[in-house]
């Protein structure tokens, strides 16, 4: 019998400050996250690592529950 898989939770990230002219931490955080340009929003997994990366760098992005 299949096991039954559990949805994570996932969260939608939205870039809405340039990161330009930011700490190089700051720049790998917008980077890792998987965010490329102005107004790009992505869809992550809702982990430890990747609320580390948003919290890190909340102040250039919108956060909102997918």
């Not at 096991?3 to 720049?27: D, E, I, M, N, Y």
């Not at 340009?37 to 102040?59: A, F, L, Q, W």
């Amino acid at each position: 019998m299949a096991k039954a898989t559990k949805k994570s939770a996932q969260v939608r990230v939205k870039l809405v400050r340039s990161f330009h002219g930011r700490l190089a931490a700051h720049q790998a955080c917008v980077r890792g996250l998987g965010l490329r340009r102005m107004h790009h929003s992505v869809v992550v997994e809702d982990t430890p690592c990747n609320r580390g990366m948003i919290n890190k760098v909340s102040y250039l992005l919108q956060v909102e529950e997918a």
